[in-house]
């Protein structure tokens, strides 16, 4: 894994090299029947959560509550990653793939 910019000192938590081809929305979301707006994925497990921007908040309390520092937003044409510990974005090279994600429903 390389990055560019400042460097973040939770790379080697890293698993999660490809993603996903698609996601059905932030996992507590719907199993809440929440709505999200953007969505993100955990570097290190996998969790789909939604972004801060959203009600839930649900990738944010995943890090949290889990201890997993990085996401990855999943949204078409993004490729930045956030730390939470660290407070810093990036584009981490070496994770592959583009995911397919449903509508937001916030935005219909």
Request: charged share 20%; aromatic share 4%; with cysteine.
């Amino acid at each position: 894994m390389s990055v560019s910019g400042p460097t973040c000192t939770h790379l080697d938590t890293i698993t999660v090299t490809e993603l996903p081809e698609s996601v059905d929305g932030c996992e507590e979301c719907l199993r809440a029947g929440g709505v999200w707006l953007h969505l993100r994925i955990c570097l290190q497990c996998g969790h789909v959560g939604c972004c801060d921007d959203s009600p839930g908040r649900h990738a944010s309390d995943h890090a949290g509550a889990a201890q997993h520092p990085l996401i990855r937003s999943l949204e078409p044409g993004e490729t930045w990653s956030w730390c939470f510990v660290d407070e810093m974005m990036m584009v981490i090279s070496g994770i592959e793939g583009e995911t397919r994600i449903p509508p937001s429903p916030m935005m219909g």
